[in-house]
């Protein structure tokens, strides 16, 4: 298998820790070590580091069956993230020559280890014009018979969308029609700035399977702990591939994830995020209105991240890669999603920072970047 260069991970890992601002990211800022601990109550001298259970113990999937209508503990697997879950999934279904339709924009992992893979990508857009939901009738145009897999991201990463009831009523129907299988990664379920939690794939349709995880509705990537939810039929052969990756979950993350998904927790956890959403998200919007001569955007519906196309002479890499060097800020280019004049600005930062940042960017675009005349 020989994978294509995964451009946004290597840009953010190579960088995030050697600027003084990351806005790259698309998370909230996380809370520490002690903060959590004190938080879920855990006193971790209770806790032996040993293996833990390698498909996550049975009080975590336990906790995570709660959070999916008609699921069962067979019907979850641990995984180290929502990363090593996609990564599982892909592997353990798809073949040299199997057929994908990935909605895009997205987290670009899916499609290029289904690259990997051998699949053949098809790609199927999110329209701006449209709020960044696909066109209606278009499902249908798009998985045709022989697809085997349906890559769908919802809440959208990066443009933070949320696909409509009518729109994912299409995917299922389209995917059905053909058997295909559909996989929605839903890790910001959860970090939605009004209403309720986005609505989940599952449930919907005998094929679908979910993947979610700690990292961002919950702002705790550091923990690496995701799962996958998919039918009890495909348990031990992805649990049988993920011998083959991380063995088990570290134990620690198991332990902290029951309690932050706990009926008590949960909520709490979930709040702190959506909280720093709201409070932040006035800020990059108040940002972006002061410069409309330069910028356009829709805000998003979930997610610390806003996805901006802008009015200036210049490539998305080059403008990313200025502000590192130049301003030591880091954001996300619009090319690592295959859309140049486009860039994504995460701002779950402390306020403080977050301000900084942004005057950085301001002051690179009044020193060198002019708008196309």
């Known amino acids: 298998m020989r994978v294509p260069p995964f451009a946004m991970e290597r840009w953010q890992s190579t960088f995030e820790h050697r600027v003084d601002y990351n806005i790259s990211e698309s998370g909230v800022h996380p809370p520490t070590l002690s903060e959590l601990l004190d938080l879920i109550g855990l006193d971790p001298g209770d806790v032996r580091l040993e293996y833990g259970q390698s498909d996550g113990s049975d009080a975590l999937k336990s906790a995570i069956v709660a959070l999916y209508e008609g699921a069962h503990p067979d019907n979850i697997l641990a995984t180290m993230g929502g990363a090593e879950a996609n990564y599982v999934v892909l592997w353990s279904l798809l073949s040299a020559g199997d057929r994908v339709v990935a909605l895009e924009p997205t987290y670009g992992q899916t499609p290029g280890l289904a690259r990997g893979l051998g699949a053949n990508v098809v790609s199927w857009k999110l329209e701006e014009d449209l709020g960044w939901q696909p066109e209606p009738g278009s499902a249908a145009e798009a998985i045709t018979p022989g697809t085997r897999l349906v890559v769908v991201t919802n809440p959208n990463n990066p443009t933070g969308a949320v696909l409509t009831s009518s729109a994912m009523d299409e995917i299922v129907a389209a995917a059905e029609a053909v058997g295909a299988w559909i996989l929605s990664d839903e890790v910001y379920v959860g970090a939605e700035v009004e209403g309720p939690e986005t609505p989940s794939f599952w449930g919907r349709y005998d094929r679908v399977i979910v993947t979610q995880s700690l990292s961002k509705a919950y702002g705790l990537p550091g923990l690496r702990l995701g799962w996958i939810v998919a039918p009890a039929h495909r348990h031990e052969e992805f649990w049988g591939h993920k011998d083959y990756t991380t063995i088990t979950p570290a134990t620690l993350s ?3 994830a029951r309690r932050v998904l706990s009926r008590e927790m949960r909520p709490r956890l979930l709040e702190r995020t959506r909280g720093i959403i709201r409070a932040n998200l ?22 610390a991240i806003c996805y901006v196309r802008y009015d200036l002479d210049i490539n998305s890499t080059e403008l990313a890669e200025r502000l590192r060097a130049e301003k030591s800020v880091l954001v996300v280019p619009g090319d690592h999603f295959g859309m140049d004049q486009y860039l994504r600005v995460g701002f779950g930062n402390p306020a403080a920072e977050l301000e900084e940042a942004l005057g950085r960017v301001a002051s690179l675009l009044e020193e060198a970047c002019a708008p196309v005349a």
Do not use: E, K, N, Q
């Open 254 to 256: 198991d332990v902290m």
């Open 282 to 303: 006035p800020a990059i919007t108040g940002w972006l209105d002061d410069r409309g001569d330069m910028f356009s955007y829709r805000a998003p519906d979930a997610g």
